[in-house]
């Protein structure tokens, strides 16, 4: 089924191209004549492009490779990830620590200065 799929969508992208070739000399258009080239070239990479969707389809090897790598991926962000969220906690943590220790600074200060200026 992997062949023949492949082999038919080849078919199909390259025919544009040899329909093309054979066209060229009855066009007289310059212009027309590259806009049609460039259109012709582009549809055979439909081959290329269909290929992966094919494996995918239908090679079960194929599937699990790219689970596999899906897989490994995932893993890797989810801890580069928890290891960021664990040093933005870390250091809000310490953010907040250091604001608390600033704040009853500030109001041991501020209850001295106001013992002072009662006296």
């Not at 066009?27 to 582009?42: P, W, Y």
């Amino acid at each position: 089924v992997t062949v023949v799929s492949t082999a038919l969508v080849h078919c199909c992208s390259v025919l544009p191209l040899g329909v093309y070739f054979l066209a060229l000399d009855f066009i007289e258009d310059d212009n027309l004549a590259f806009q049609l080239g460039v259109a012709a070239d582009s549809l055979v990479w439909i081959s290329v492009m269909a290929n992966f969707y094919i494996y995918s389809l239908t090679v079960t090897s194929f599937r699990k490779f790219l689970q596999d790598g899906v897989t490994r991926i995932k893993k890797a962000v989810m801890c580069c990830c928890s290891v960021e969220t664990e040093d933005l906690v870390r250091r809000r943590r310490v953010n907040f620590e250091s604001h608390e220790q600033l704040t009853s600074r500030q109001t041991s200060q501020l209850s001295v200065s106001l013992a002072v200026t009662s006296i």
